[in-house]
């Protein structure tokens, strides 16, 4: 969420991540809608549901597209399993920098989830 | 498809079955396998219902003959990773599964993980695993690596010697705490990150905001890392 906050300071935009956490939008962000809703499928939904989203994505922003959100949910998928599987610390100045929007929207309980 | 994200993906499914440097390439292959068949564990589901996921015993539902202590870490990376805590992973540890191997494990994991899911979301049938390769381990462990950055020892980019593989600087990577974080073994995590970049972005374009490198923008990228992050739970 780091860098879409300074993706947003490039420009000139402010970016809602509140609704990126919720599900329920309000980002800013062009298409959203149908990204987070393919996100949602892939990691929680059918078939089925994974087919409907990726035609809406594939409506909107085309093939390549499709391709490369694809990618991208794969690799964060993946790489959020390294983080949590070897106990990496956030960097000091990036958990300085987001002490405030994570604590605002509960990203913080996540490390009390941890057993 | 762009040619570099095909090939980089062929490339990491096909190293699955390579000898690795703490297990063999049919060891390897026999954690991707049980990786997916975690996803169809009926304790593995209880669990991540359970407020408490250790105060729900029970058997994991294998596919495979590996020792409990690895059957436990793939199940639980593969379905509840958000809440591993270091306890967790002093316990495999204790029981059995060394830290070499259980990083190697991990980086197995994250590649079917990440390839799986890839599949999955193009609609694609899931593919068949590769041929395993000979050869047998060396065990060979980074002399620089240290403790005091996450759970296991790991590898910062000072302490790299002309014996390993170049973990960094291959990839023109500056080391950060998630770099870092395969490094106990410098070839899983070559093998994660050559695959990973070309699946996101490398490090040189993340900031390079003026630039677009995809089809979908800097800010659709990290909306859509930042809600993958979200439903797995990941501080990071």
């Not at chain 1, 947003?8 to 809703?37: M, R």
């Not at chain 1, 035609?55 to 990618?71: N, T």
């Not at chain 2, 990786?35 to 589901?45: D, I, M, N, V």
Request: hydrophobic share 40%; glycine share 10%; net charge negative.
């Amino acid at each position: 969420m780091d860098l879409l906050r300074r993706s947003g300071d490039h420009s000139g935009t402010d970016y809602g991540l509140d609704g990126i956490v919720d599900g329920n939008g309000g980002s800013g962000v062009g298409h959203e809608k149908e990204l987070l809703a393919f996100v949602d499928a892939t990691i929680t939904g059918t078939a089925g549901e994974i087919a409907k989203a990726r035609a809406a994505v594939e409506s909107g922003l085309g093939r390549e597209a499709v391709i490369d959100a694809a990618a991208v949910i794969a690799g964060f998928d993946a790489i959020t399993r390294v983080a949590d599987g070897t106990g990496i610390p956030l960097e000091p100045p990036k958990a300085e920098a987001s002490a405030d929007w994570r604590a605002r929207l509960g990203i913080d309980d996540y490390w009390t989830a941890k057993v | 498809m762009r040619t570099e994200l095909s090939k980089a993906v062929a490339r990491a499914w096909q190293a699955l079955g390579a000898c690795g440097v703490w297990w063999t390439g049919e060891e390897r292959l026999t954690i991707a396998r049980e990786a997916r068949a975690a996803r169809h564990c009926a304790l593995c589901r209880q669990r991540k219902a359970a407020a408490i996921p250790q105060a729900v015993v029970g058997s994991h539902t294998t596919a495979t003959v590996l020792a409990p202590p690895a059957i436990e870490a793939i199940h639980r990376i593969v379905t509840d990773p958000g809440r591993l805590s270091e306890a967790w992973y002093k316990n495999i540890v204790a029981t059995g599964l060394t830290e070499e191997a259980y990083i190697e494990l991990l980086g197995v994991v994250a590649v079917t993980t990440a390839v799986d899911t890839f599949d999955r979301a193009l609609g694609t049938p899931l593919r068949a695993l590769p041929p395993a390769g000979a050869g047998q381990p060396n065990r060979r462990r980074p002399s620089g690596a240290k403790p005091g950055l996450g759970w296991m020892p790991m590898l910062a980019p000072e302490d790299v010697t002309a014996d390993d593989a170049p973990l960094y600087t291959s990839g023109g990577r500056s080391g950060g705490n998630v770099h870092r974080a395969l490094s106990l073994v410098p070839e899983a995590m070559m093998q994660f990150w050559d695959m990973f970049e070309p699946m996101y972005l490398h490090q040189s374009q993340m900031r390079d905001f003026g630039r677009e490198y995809r089809a979908v923008s800097h800010p659709q990228i990290e909306m859509m890392a930042a809600r993958v992050a979200v439903q797995n739970q990941c501080i990071y």
